[in-house]
């Protein structure tokens, strides 16, 4: 709907580390998406995540339920994932 480089692989598609990222950039560069509920994951699941993937060469973009349960969530996201691109 947003045209966003992003391709879907949350299926088992890509496995990075004997992790499965859930988006990844699909115009080459080496940019993930991880989306997740706190309630479900250790307190430190970003950084590690993060420290896996960045073995690999990865950054990674995190969004959790603080960004996609909120009022207006869809524009929230969209600015992340656009700076986060720009920005890494």
Excluded: A, M
């Excluded at 080496?30 to 990865?58: D, M």
């Amino acid at each position: 709907e947003f045209n966003l480089p992003f391709k879907y692989v949350g299926n088992g598609e890509i496995i990075i580390g004997f992790k499965n990222p859930d988006f990844i950039h699909n115009n080459g560069k080496k940019i993930l998406i991880e989306t997740y509920y706190s309630y479900f994951k250790n307190s430190n699941y970003e950084e590690k995540r993060s420290e896996i993937f960045s073995k690999y060469g990865f950054k990674t973009l995190f969004l959790n339920e603080n960004d996609i349960e909120r009022s207006g969530w869809e524009n929230i996201c969209l600015n992340k994932i656009k700076e986060f691109e720009q920005n890494g």
